[in-house]
């Protein structure tokens, strides 16, 4: 089987409604904007999708399958991932590729063995369980009131933990820590993403609250630039340290972090910035082999075949962005995430793609 055509689709990101916003200094949920799906097609009828979902999605993909992707892929063997894995790498190293768009062709190809084998991805992976607890994963509210009312409407309808993005000031933000806690109680998991807001001292600060109230991990307080850094916060704090989320490199540079010590609860793994589903499932393996986690990042379908296929993750990301708060439609009444059933990672091929693909375009930071 041969790569015949590689072809890019344009289509209509709607604006989150009602919008939403991250912590100061970041912008918020984007306005109405492109996305774009890689389609690549075969010889033999099999074919794959990804979505690419970024502010400016459209230009930028159209402009790396014209100029790099295409002559790479046409000809190809659909089926070597492995070896068109490791040419993306060879051809970042030339063109600087956007880091979510390293994993494009990677997802898509899963998506088209997928098809292919008429299996779900995370069959073809191996399968490790088929149903995962999901938590809610906040966007930034107003206040603590805010936070603390969307904290019990999510344990109402189901979710299994709380992650806070709060507002990236580190007093404010250690007074919600506590709050949340207090008003929890002891036993629901809470963790703490800084969405890399801080510096050293500020996440030092931090993170000896959040081990005083016992949260589960630590996330992402610094940009992981500096792994000294971070390696100097885990020697200052008790909590747990979640990191090399947005980090380039993938297995490669988780394996430092880890390395380093800085990795004391475990590192992401996600498909949009860690090189595709090959890319985060190497990382997984990595983390497994230290006794680590692996938390798969990012409320989308990719993801979704994740958390059933890594066997050191122990949650769905389910994004939580509005103060009345909807249980995302793959979350069930008891805040259980299932397996995915359709053949391959099953985002539609006719790209008629709307509304019922948010949250999945707003990625957690
Ligand atoms: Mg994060």
Known sequence: ??????????????????????????????PVGDGAVLHIGTDEGAEGVALFARPGAFATLRDLVERVFRDELVGADPLQREWLWHRVWELDRIHELPLPALGLIDTALWDLAGRYHGQPVW????????????????????????????????????????????????????????????????????????????????????????????????????????????????????????????????????????????????????????????GAMRTAHLADAYRLRAEVHGSDIPNHHLCMAISNTTYYESLVTAAKVVRERHVDDQGLVHAPTGPGIALPLDFGYGKELLPFVEQPR
């Open 123 to 278: 069959r073809l992976l191996g399968g490790f369980r088929e149903a995962i607890p999901a938590y809610a994963s906040t966007s930034t509210f107003s206040s603590i009131a805010e936070f603390l009312d969307v904290a019990d409407q999510c344990l109402e309808l189901g979710y299994r933990g709380i992650k806070l993005h709060a507002w990236g000031d580190a007093r404010r933000d250690v007074e919600l820590c506590l709050a949340l806690r207090d008003h929890v109680g002891p036993s629901i998991p809470l963790m703490y993403d800084g969405s890399a807001g801080f510096d050293l001292p500020d996440a030092i600060r931090l993170g000896r609250a959040l081990s005083e109230a016992d949260y589960l991990w630590y996330e992402e307080p610094m940009r992981e630039f500096s792994i000294s850094a971070y390696q100097r916060l885990a020697a200052a704090v008790d909590i747990p340290l979640l990191v090399a989320e947005t980090s380039d490199g993938a297995h490669m540079n988780s394996a430092d972090f880890i390395r380093a010590g800085a990795a004391t609860f475990g590192v992401r793994a996600g498909t949009t910035l860690r090189g595709g589903i090959t």
């Open 1 to 30: 089987m041969k790569i015949t055509h590689v072809e890019v689709h344009r289509i209509d990101v709607p604006a989150a409604s009602p919008p939403f916003r991250w912590r100061d200094g970041l912008s918020g949920s984007a």
